[in-house]
């Protein structure tokens, strides 16, 4: 990103954070043929890739002036500067950009559960199975209804839904 960025004039810099933070808002993204003379289409992939980065790990972890502004040592103060004051200026936004993203998986949310623990003794084609078995009922909230979903798993099914959930929780925390 160094010697990228500095290719640029201090205000073109500021643009440039401006025109990238807007595109993580869902407004227009800066266009590629504005800056073609600048950079190759590599170059600039890059360097949106790179801007997009910082700005959501800056604001996920919450950093402050110091700890930015060492992600950007390579880079002349002026144009730390100008991003750090994009970053600033914007960092509302982009949370607000973040925490959307992550609520647009899904409009479901899990508002209640209970859990009981059973032991199947038999049933009408086994006489003698000795099967725990978990009942699960969940509330879900979706477009303001709530909706009880109710089910019957054994350890393998229940395995499976853990995974499950483990995996979907650590792609919502990437996202974050």
């Known amino acids: 990103m160094v010697v990228l960025l500095s290719r640029l004039l201090d205000t073109d810099c500021l643009n440039l954070c401006h025109r990238v933070v807007d595109g993580m808002c869902g407004r227009e993204p800066p266009l590629r043929d504005d800056y073609s003379t600048t950079w190759s289409l590599q170059e600039w992939l890059e360097l949106l890739n790179s801007l997009t980065a910082l700005f959501c790990l800056a604001v996920k972890s919450s950093s402050s002036d110091e700890e930015v502004l060492a992600k950007l040592s390579d880079v002349s103060s002026r144009h730390a500067e100008a991003v750090l ?5 914007r960092q509302e936004e ?4 973040l925490l959307d993203r992550t609520n647009s998986i899904s409009s479901a949310t899990l508002q209640d559960f209970e859990w009981q623990l059973k032991l199947a003794l038999s049933s009408d084609k086994i ?3 000795h099967t725990p078995l978990l009942s699960l009922s969940l ?8 909706q009880p979903v109710t089910m019957e ?3 393998e099914e229940l395995s499976k839904l853990i995974s499950s959930l483990e995996a979907a929780n650590k792609v919502v925390l990437q996202l974050k």
């Open 127 to 129: 006489s003698s199975l």
């Open 153 to 155: 798993l054994n350890k």
């Open 94 to 97: 982009i949370h607000h950009a």
């Open 85 to 89: 004051s994009v970053l600033r200026s």
């Open 139 to 146: 509330d879900v909230r979706e477009n303001g209804a709530l």
